[in-house]
């Protein structure tokens, strides 16, 4: 086909005729029509009017079409030239008459034309997104949060951030520089006056995170990296538009949530939540804390709450979109603006666990369920029914999650604000009715039958026999709670160290990580300490060294760990140092490791933890590191019980 038309009209009749014969005129005529098309009339349907310039409203949108058809292909076929042909008579005015129709510069033309009107503009705190249909374009501009399609107008709106302006910019749309410019400087000045000082730099970065995706955002750092304090930091930042907040965990991790609100942000006024308590009349707190069961179980009341941000801390307890425990958190959280997940779990090692999340954050990008798990998690049926447990296309959707509603930072990327050894509690609620009644039976023997803790040196091995029971009751209620931690910890594709007292606690472990644990107790030859070593050492498949306090806390290189986790806890600082270091050593991988503490709360665990540390201090004085004597312990905690 020619670029140029031959014959240039100058009468009604002859234009007419050119339209119906030549097809490179009509051609030209349509597009010459377009490239003086705007996009509402293109767009609107239902006039009648014939416009000034351009297609009329009922016209515009299959002409259109076929002008954009033609400018991609370079080609129309019969069906649409005798579209056109039918059509074009009607606008034979000023519009067509002498026109020189070249199609080279219209196309170029048409291509500036796109640009212009690829236009952002903000309405009623809205981003109003007008561009001529693209096909391309369109698949962007719903990757965009809280967007939005007006139907009647024909545009897009989405919310005003950081984030949404970046990427219109990148698309080539013309945006209104000072919002973004605004938005930006905002983020700059968040106020986090009101956190203690003690914010990593990336942790800072991660709470500017949030605030740039507008309040919806994933946080998936590694354990150990502050998820926690981020969350609770965007809160305070934004206090007016992000309180009151609801804070949903584990119920294991309800005391844990509890003691960082009140370390990170003292004053803030706080609820838990507890199966039947009776919930607070009248007012929200600023942050209420309850567990996944309780949302199911009290929806309508909570909903009744109109909380502003929801954060869902081990976001995977959603991941079965079929669970009632789901339903309820997705009908809460449609009710709340603020949605934060947070997770230490990779999303490609078993992305279908994670959709509910991503739907919630980003549900104009992860809307369809089946689309997800065909695209990523392998979807398959396997006789039946359908089988979702596979990871494929992991490096796209690492992408497409980082790239739209997730920051994840791991221990190597951010080594240099890291400490060398972190110590760190975690409370676990939960004591059983035997426990409670054992110390309470302790308490009283002890009260009348010792009397004081000099008297009680007569009676040590008869002491410690008694309060070692408790220990072992203590860990015997968290230990559901415990190994659910562990393997949490060992999902995110981890080696940990988890050090115990007692043989029974020790063989309940390797009962429960059976296959993928190896363990050192005062059992074990020099050839079976050794073969756990290198087991742990060099075997991908083997996750978790279990060990014996005593046993295997010294002497052992255990650097492909970079975290310990103590169930049970021994008598003297020492003791815990020395199992500490067996990962923090020379050809540590890591350069920052660290110690994880799984105390049960209320428990005479708590009470030793105190003065194990408190014994810790005052060994970190005095040059030789001499150890404290676990008689000089057994009498401090003696003292405290009676």
Same mark, same amino acid.
């Given at each position: 086909m020619a670029d140029k038309a031959t014959i240039t009209a100058t009468s009604y009749e002859q234009a007419s005729r050119e339209i119906q014969s030549n097809n490179n005129y009509a051609i030209g005529c349509l597009l010459h029509l377009y490239n003086h098309q705007t996009m509402d009339e293109q767009m609107r349907k239902g006039?009648?009017?014939?416009?000034?310039?351009?297609?009329?409203?009922?016209?515009?949108?299959?002409?259109?079409?076929?002008?954009?058809?033609?400018?991609?292909?370079?080609?129309?076929?019969?069906?649409?030239?005798?579209?056109?042909?039918?059509?074009l008579p009607?606008?034979?005015?000023?519009?067509?008459?002498?026109?020189?129709?070249?199609?080279?510069?219209?196309?170029?033309?048409?291509?500036? &034309?796109?640009?212009?009107?690829?236009?952002?503009?903000?309405?009623?705190?809205?981003?109003?997104? $007008? !561009?001529?249909?693209?096909?391309?374009?369109v698949g962007k501009v719903k990757t965009l949060s809280g967007r939005r %399609?007006?139907?009647?107008?024909?545009?897009?709106?989405?919310?005003?951030?950081?984030?949404?302006?970046?990427?219109?910019?990148?698309?080539?749309?013309d945006i209104p520089t000072d919002a973004l410019a605004e938005k930006e400087q905002e983020i700059a000045d968040m106020d986090f006056s009101a956190l203690p000082t003690g914010l990593r730099q990336f942790q800072v970065e991660g709470i500017r995170y949030i605030q740039a995706k507008g309040g919806r955002a994933i946080i998936g750092d590694e354990m150990g990296l502050g998820k926690t304090v981020q969350a609770l930091g965007w809160l305070i930042a934004n206090r007016e538009t992000a309180l009151p907040a609801l804070i949903v965990v584990p119920a294991s991790l309800k005391l844990n949530w509890k003691r960082e609100v009140e370390k990170w942000i003292p004053g803030t006024s706080l609820e838990i939540l507890e199966g039947r308590k009776p919930c607070y009349s009248g007012y929200?707190?600023?942050?209420?804390?309850?567990?996944?069961?309780i949302v199911m179980s009290r929806l309508d009341e909570l909903i009744s709450k109109k909380f502003k941000t929801i954060i869902l801390d081990e976001?995977? =307890?959603?991941?079965?979109?079929?669970?009632?425990?789901? &339903?309820?958190? $997705?009908?809460?959280?449609? &009710?709340?603006?603020?949605?934060?997940?947070?997770?230490?779990?990779?999303?490609?090692?078993?992305?279908?666990? !994670?959709?509910?999340?991503?739907?919630?954050?980003?549900?104009?990008?992860?809307?369809?369920?089946?689309?997800?798990?065909?695209?990523?998690?392998?979807?398959?049926?396997?006789? =039946?029914?359908? /089988?979702?447990?596979?990871?494929?296309?992991?490096?796209e959707l690492h992408n497409l999650v980082t790239s739209t509603c997730m920051i994840r930072r791991r221990k190597e990327d951010v080594l240099k604000e890291l400490p060398a050894k972190q110590r760190i509690v975690v409370p676990i609620n939960g004591l059983s009715k035997e426990y409670k009644r054992a110390e309470a039976n302790v308490l009283a023997w002890i009260k009348d039958t010792i009397g004081s803790a000099e008297a009680a040196k007569a009676k040590r091995a008869e002491v410690l026999v008694s309060?070692?029971?408790?220990?072992?009751?203590?860990?015997?209620?968290?230990?559901?709670?415990?190994?659910?931690?562990?393997?949490?910890?060992?999902?995110?594709?981890?080696?940990?160290?988890?050090?115990?007292?007692?043989?029974?606690?020790?063989?309940?472990?390797?009962?429960?990580?059976?296959?993928?644990?190896?363990?050192?107790?005062?059992?074990?030859?020099?050839?079976?300490?050794?073969?756990?070593?290198?087991?742990?050492?060099?075997?991908?498949?083997?996750?978790? !060294?279990?060990?014996?306090?005593?046993?295997?806390?010294?002497?052992?290189?255990?650097?492909?760990?970079?975290?310990?986790?103590?169930?049970?806890?021994? %008598?003297?600082?020492?003791?815990h140092d020395q199992a500490e270091d067996r990962v923090h050593r020379i050809g540590q991988k890591s350069d920052s490791i660290h110690a994880?503490?799984?105390?049960?709360?209320?428990?005479?665990?708590? &009470?030793?933890?105190?003065?194990? /540390?408190?014994?810790?201090?005052?060994?970190?004085?005095?040059?030789?590191?001499?150890?404290?004597?676990?008689?000089?312990?057994?009498?401090?905690?003696?003292?405290?019980?009676?």
């Open positions: 006039t009648v009017h014939q416009n000034n310039i351009g297609f009329n409203g009922n016209d515009g949108g299959i002409l259109s079409s076929i002008a954009d058809f033609y400018i991609n292909r370079e080609f129309l076929t019969s069906k649409q030239l005798a579209v056109i042909k039918k059509t009607k606008y034979i005015t000023n519009q067509i008459l002498g026109i020189p129709i070249e199609l080279k510069s219209i196309k170029q033309m048409q291509e500036n &034309k796109s640009q212009q009107q690829n236009r952002v503009v903000i309405d009623n705190d809205l981003l109003v997104i $007008r !561009f001529a249909y693209n096909a391309d374009l %399609w007006n139907a009647f107008d024909k545009y897009w709106t989405a919310t005003i951030t950081v984030d949404n302006l970046q990427r219109l910019q990148e698309w080539g749309f929200a707190p600023d942050i209420t804390i309850c567990n996944y069961d976001a995977h =307890y959603i991941k079965n979109t079929k669970a009632q425990r789901t &339903k309820a958190i $997705r009908a809460l959280a449609k &009710k709340i603006d603020n949605r934060i997940p947070l997770t230490g779990t990779p999303i490609v090692n078993r992305p279908i666990e !994670f959709f509910n999340a991503l739907n919630l954050v980003a549900p104009e990008i992860f809307k369809s369920f089946w689309t997800y798990a065909k695209t990523y998690c392998g979807a398959r049926h396997n006789g =039946y029914g359908w /089988d979702f447990t596979g990871a494929t296309n992991t490096e309060i070692e029971k408790l220990k072992q009751l203590a860990v015997k209620s968290k230990f559901k709670e415990t190994v659910n931690w562990i393997r949490d910890y060992i999902e995110s594709d981890q080696k940990l160290v988890v050090f115990a007292t007692h043989k029974e606690i020790i063989d309940s472990l390797m009962k429960e990580f059976d296959g993928i644990a190896v363990k050192i107790d005062g059992g074990c030859s020099s050839a079976q300490r050794d073969d756990a070593v290198q087991r742990f050492q060099n075997d991908d498949s083997i996750k978790l !060294f279990i060990g014996n306090i005593k046993a295997a806390g010294v002497g052992l290189t255990l650097t492909a760990a970079s975290a310990t986790c103590f169930l049970e806890l021994g %008598w003297t600082p020492g003791d994880y503490y799984l105390i049960a709360a209320d428990s005479i665990e708590e &009470k030793i933890a105190a003065l194990i /540390d408190e014994k810790r201090k005052v060994l970190d004085q005095v040059l030789d590191g001499r150890d404290t004597e676990d008689s000089n312990l057994l009498t401090e905690l003696l003292n405290q019980m009676i």
